[in-house]
C-alpha cells in the first residue's frame, strides 16, 4: 500500500510543473544543418603513410649528425614524430617530420617535406643543438625552440622561441615571433637562518 502511495505522490509531483516534452511542441522535420566545415578540394588529405625515416636519412639536406642519432630506441621504434598537412598548397599532405633522442624525446631536427610528382623534397630545415620541434597549425608552421642559459638541465630550458612560418612563393617566410622566459620552477635550498 505504501508504494502505490509513493508511486501517486511522483505522478502528481511530475504533473504539477508543466506537460513535459509538450511544452517544446512537436519534432520538427526540417533537414538538420551542419556547422563543420566541408572539406574543399584545396585541402591536402594524406594518401599515403612515408617512410619518414628513410627520407630523413636519404636527404641530402639534413646533417650527418642527425642521420647518425637516428637510430631505433627499442626494437624498429625510432625516434620519429611525423604529421601530415597542408602548408605549401599542394595537391598532396605535406609532411612534418621531427626528430627526437631516445632518452629524453629532445627534438633535434626539423623537417618539412613537399610533394613534388611523387618524389618528395625538403623545404625545411630546423636543426638545433639544443631543442627544436615543429607543428602544423591552421595552415602555418610553427616551430618552437627551447633557449638554455649556461648551467640548464635539459629538461628545465631557461625558456624559448616561437616562430611562425607561411609558405610563400615557394618558400617559407617568418610571419611572427614569441620568445618566452621560464622563471626557475625549482626552489633552491635555502640555508637556515643564524641564531
Do not use: H
Not at 604529421?83 to 627526437?100: I, K, P, Q
Not at 622561441?161 to 610571419?175: C, P
Amino acid at each position: 500500500m505504501a508504494g502505490v502511495a509513493a508511486l501517486g505522490l511522483l505522478l502528481s509531483a511530475c504533473a504539477t510543473g508543466g506537460s513535459g516534452a509538450r511544452d517544446e511542441g512537436p519534432a520538427r522535420s526540417e533537414p538538420v544543418v551542419s556547422t563543420a566545415p566541408s572539406p574543399s578540394s584545396s585541402a591536402a588529405v594524406p594518401t599515403k603513410k612515408i617512410d619518414a625515416v628513410r627520407l630523413v636519412k636519404n636527404d641530402p639536406k639534413v646533417s650527418p649528425v642527425i642521420k647518425r642519432e637516428l637510430k631505433p630506441c627499442v626494437g624498429k621504434a625510432y625516434p620519429v614524430d611525423v604529421s601530415y598537412g597542408n602548408l605549401t598548397g599542394g595537391s598532396s599532405s605535406d609532411v612534418v617530420v621531427n626528430v627526437l633522442t631516445c632518452g629524453d624525446a629532445v627534438g633535434i631536427g626539423s623537417y618539412v617535406y613537399r610533394d613534388q610528382g611523387g618524389e618528395y623534397e625538403n623545404v625545411f630545415t630546423a636543426e638545433e643543438p639544443a631543442s627544436v620541434y615543429a607543428e602544423i597549425d591552421r595552415g602555418d608552421l610553427v616551430v618552437t625552440q627551447q633557449l638554455y642559459a649556461k648551467g640548464d638541465s635539459v629538461a628545465y630550458p631557461s625558456g624559448e622561441e616561437v616562430i611562425t612560418y607561411r609558405w610563400s612563393s615557394n618558400r617559407f617566410t617568418e610571419q611572427g615571433r614569441t620568445r618566452n622566459d621560464f622563471g626557475n620552477a625549482v626552489d633552491e635550498p635555502s640555508e637556515p637562518a643564524a641564531n
